[in-house]
């Protein structure tokens, strides 16, 4: 499947994204990207341990605290720290895509995802990506 169709299957196929390293920041990206998503429907769930609550939604420290799962995971962390999301979410065995943002890009990582049997989508921006394959 050519990146496009996959990027779309993705984007209309699942509706809970967990979103590790959402901010409380509005003027960060990692804020605005899923507000966005949110406002055209999907189910966002802020992963962050430092924060409560982010836009009107309860955050919660790691994946595995996350209640009734996710299918998508994306990331808003270094490229450093993507091992150690991805090995959390390859234990917590839940969801079916990992997704890092514009920038973020991590080899060994993604290969280990995909043989856990993980989609992953690297250095793509979420909402940028369903601007173009889906429109506003």
């Known amino acids: 499947m050519t990146d496009d169709r996959l990027m779309k299957d ?7 994204i967990a979103v590790v ?13 899923p507000k966005y998503l949110i406002e055209r429907g999907y189910d966002v769930i802020p992963v962050n341990p430092t924060a409560t609550e982010i836009l009107g939604r309860k955050a919660y420290p790691d994946l595995r605290s996350v209640p009734g ?26 969801g079916k895509v990992i997704w890092t943002q514009l920038g973020i ?3 060994e990582a993604a290969k280990k995802a995909e043989a856990a049997g993980f989609t992953v989508i ?5 909402r940028t990506e369903h ?6």
């Not at 390293?21 to 990207?33: F, L, R």
């Not at 994306?74 to 959390?88: I, L």
């Not at 601007?131 to 506003?136: E, H, I, Q």
């Open 10 to 16: 993705i984007l209309t196929r699942y509706k809970r």
């Open 21 to 33: 390293g959402m901010s409380k920041n509005p003027e960060k990206e990692a804020h605005t990207v």
């Open 69 to 94: 799962g996710y299918e998508v995971v994306d990331v808003f962390r270094p490229s450093t720290d993507v091992p150690a999301v991805v090995d959390e979410a390859i234990k917590d065995a839940r």
């Open 105 to 107: 890009r991590n080899e």
């Open 122 to 126: 690297q250095s793509r921006c979420i």
């Open 131 to 136: 601007l173009r394959l889906l429109g506003p």
